[in-house]
């Protein structure tokens, strides 16, 4: 049997994704011991390995208490310092975590942090991609540059339509909030807009999404396109100039939005 992602829910928008595979369980980004704690219990599953993106609180906060009664491995951004970290990667690195098949390749995807990492699983079609990219956005600039997380995305962008997008935050209606203000005469992003607002009234998750999705509604992976670039070049003059620009007005919009 196949691991299968479940999202564990954690802080106050936060989801920490678990992959099973029969009664063993991995981890990513577990900014809270207890929600993974109460899971694994729930589930009758022992916790046989931890991944990890970036170093922020709200994603490795968890670590040294599941590691407290834990001898298990660590695998986390070679450029940050991660609690327990036993494992640290960069760009092109193949590891298969403990405890489930999986073979995950390493992309460096600086921008939200200047080592953030994402795990990308070729043969099942999945992303683990953090704070980096989110269904319908992209993470703040807490220490990268424009220039860096518009490469990271592109990247990103660049893998199978079909890839899902398992992101860390609950954040999709308002990336679609404010992609709708954007560009509202785009029928991709007021289709979805809705769709997400049914969901959220209903309390469902939204994610995981899909990279075809993102690249049809997300407004961070379509700065090359004419309308995004009107919409950027009314809101501050010059932001037309390159895809490069347009992205960087987006997130700086998007950050008073």
């Not at 390995?49 to 040294?64: E, F, K």
């Not at 220490?143 to 997380?149: N, Y």
């Not at 007021?190 to 939204?206: K, M, N, P, S």
Request: negative net charge.
């Amino acid at each position: 049997m196949l691991p299968s992602p479940t999202a564990i829910p954690a802080f106050k928008d936060n989801y920490i994704w678990a992959m099973r595979q029969g009664d063993r369980c991995v981890v990513v980004d577990p900014g809270d011991a207890a929600p993974v704690e109460q899971f694994l219990k729930q589930n009758g599953l022992r916790l046989t390995s931890i991944l990890v993106t970036h170093d922020h609180p709200d994603h490795v906060g968890g670590i040294p208490a599941l590691l407290k009664e834990r001898d298990i491995p660590v695998y986390g951004p070679a450029r940050e310092t991660i609690p327990g970290m036993t494992h640290p990667l960069v760009e092109g690195d193949t590891i298969q975590p403990a405890g489930v098949d999986m073979n995950l390749t390493v992309m460096e995807v600086p921008g939200h942090t200047l080592g953030h990492i994402a795990f990308h699983e070729a043969g099942l079609g999945w992303l683990f991609c953090g704070d980096t990219l989110f269904a319908g956005g992209c993470g703040r600039l807490f220490e990268g540059t424009p220039e860096q997380m518009h490469d990271s995305l592109q990247r990103l962008a660049s893998l199978p339509a079909k890839t899902l997008v398992f992101c860390t935050h609950e954040y999709t209606l308002a990336n679609l909030t404010f992609a709708a203000a954007v560009t509202p005469d785009d029928d991709a992003v007021i289709e979805r807009l809705e769709t997400v607002r049914q969901a959220r009234e209903a309390g469902q998750i939204t994610l995981p999404s899909t990279l075809e999705e993102e690249t049809r509604s997300n407004p961070f992976l379509r700065a090359h396109e004419p309308a995004l670039k009107r919409a950027c070049e009314a809101r501050e003059s010059g932001a037309s100039a390159s895809d490069m620009q347009c992205f960087a007005t987006l997130r700086r919009w998007k950050d008073n939005f």
